[in-house]
């Protein structure tokens, strides 16, 4: 009897690899191609080379892992369970006696050990993969566009040169009726180049060089007669004209990505809890710095004030008679110049104050919205990676209850739980990072909701435990 679970348990793990292989790499490609539409103006028109595009494109993988796995998990699960009820396996298994967890424990194994895989590759693989993704952004950000001229519009990739060329042969790599404007610098005078046709020629991808024929070069010249400054027009008529151009400001250089500072995102847990302590040490070692500056110790003698030395100039139009306070300590000062040295001392002091606090409010709260911002990205690492756990629990019962085993219901099913659970989770990280929720409420409500939900539907799939029970039984 024995070997009879064992064979199930093996062939309910095959059933797992098909639909879940499937679902991963649908998932894998409809993110990716949600990547590319987002993305895509920014690295088209830039001559970059094919293999930064796909070291791009991989680095960005990474992160598409950790999202696509738990959805494969949930899909396969309904599917693998569904055909099993539905081929009518899972009543002969109760027929034999055999309990219908012994079919679901090495799923949930398996889940297991994938939950921890991916939690490894959260913490030691991604944030890495982040950084080099987020270094190569940067660096594509900064490169100029690569040169390419079009029909009939102005192109001013180039400094100092604005192009106009109204046709473009692109077989023989011909231009006809160029315009070329050129500006002004110390080394050549403001110029407007017009030539019939033309063609270019690239020896390396540092320098380019024009080649015009049949045209004329309009230069506005400056020269000095008896001190004035006149502009001249001079027109030069030319057979061949040549013009080289740099290009080196166009290429692309890499950076090195360790020299770019870190985020939530490009860290692992331990150093985002080191920049927790070091953000709350801060916070404290602040307040303590107020608290050491500002200290309301009251005098316990009034006379003491009489031996303390002042910088009060003397004001003979003021009476040296006492005033009747209503605030108890001045009216312990035998003097109305005493009582105003007291009282502009302490309103001097709580105008400091409110202003050291004042500072430490805000300081204090960017520092806590860092923290927030930080745990966060902690519990996202393992609530995760986690959620194949919770999706076994959700679509094993689901599956054996719906006795269909197809795709089209496997995701449809699937796109329900999905559809709450990602909500939840992106909803809920907003919510942490302005303060409203906790990150650990954020970022675990919908795996312990889920995992509750699921929990109750193996229990009351395997056991005869049922709810109603509490209540039925009291009699």
């Avoid at 959260?122 to 950000?141: E, G, H, K, T, Y």
């Avoid at 054996?400 to 449809?412: E, V």
């Avoid at 796109?415 to 906790?438: N, P, Y």
């Amino acid at each position: 009897m024995k070997l009879l679970p064992n064979k199930i348990q093996l062939d309910i793990l095959k059933r797992h690899i098909g639909p879940f292989a499937f679902c991963f790499f649908t998932v894998m490609f409809l993110l990716l191609m949600q990547f590319l539409i987002l993305y895509i103006d920014r690295l088209i028109g830039k001559g970059l080379p094919l293999g930064i595009i796909v070291e791009l494109i991989l680095t960005n993988l990474a992160y598409m892992v950790v999202l696509a796995a738990p959805m494969a998990v949930l899909v396969a699960s309904l599917m693998a369970f569904g055909k099993f009820t539905e081929l009518n396996e899972l009543t002969a298994l109760r027929a034999a006696g055999i309990n219908p967890i012994h079919t679901i424990n090495p799923v949930l194994v398996a889940a297991t050990i994938l939950s921890f895989f991916l939690i490894w590759f959260s913490n030691d693989v991604l944030p890495d993969s982040n950084q080099r993704a987020r270094s190569l952004f940067l660096d594509i950000r900064t490169k100029k566009p690569g040169f390419d001229l079009k029909e009939n519009e102005f192109y001013d990739g180039i400094k100092g040169y604005i192009f106009l060329v109204k046709n473009i042969t692109n077989d023989s790599d011909s231009l006809n009726n160029v315009t070329l404007f050129q500006e002004a610098s110390s080394t050549r005078d403001e110029a407007i180049i017009r030539a019939q046709r033309g063609h270019l020629k690239s020896s390396n991808d540092e320098t380019i060089t024009l080649y015009l024929y049949d045209g004329s070069v309009l230069r506005y010249l400056t020269r000095y007669d008896d001190g004035k400054r006149t502009k001249v027009l001079e027109e030069t008529e030319f057979k061949r004209h040549r013009i080289s151009f740099d290009l080196s400001e166009m290429a692309f250089s890499r950076s090195n990505p360790e020299k770019h500072s870190r985020n939530d995102r490009t860290m692992d847990i331990k150093a985002m809890m080191a920049v927790t302590d070091t953000l709350a040490n801060e916070i404290k070692s602040e307040k303590e710095n107020i608290y050491s500056q500002h200290t309301f110790e009251s005098l316990s003698d009034p006379k003491e004030i009489k031996n303390t030395p002042r910088n009060i100039s003397p004001q003979p139009t003021v009476s040296d008679t006492s005033y009747a306070s209503r605030y108890l300590i001045l009216s312990e000062y035998p003097s109305l110049l005493e009582q105003r040295e007291v009282y502009t001392g302490a309103l001097r002091e709580l105008r400091s104050y409110r202003s050291s606090y004042e500072s430490l409010q805000v300081n204090a709260n960017w520092r806590i919205n860092r923290i927030a911002q930080y745990w966060v990205e902690i519990h996202k690492k393992i609530s995760l990676p986690l959620a194949c756990i919770i999706f076994v629990l959700i679509g094993a019962p689901i599956g054996m209850y719906s006795k269909k085993g197809n795709l089209g219901y496997a995701a449809l099913i699937g796109t329900v739980f999905l559809t709450f659970f990602w909500i939840s989770v992106i909803q809920g990280e907003k919510l942490a990072d302005r303060l409203f929720i906790s990150p650990f409420t954020g970022m675990w409500f919908a795996n312990i909701l889920l995992g509750v939900i699921g929990a109750f539907m193996v229990i009351n799939l395997c056991t005869s435990f049922r709810i109603s029970n509490l209540w039925k039984n009291r009699d």
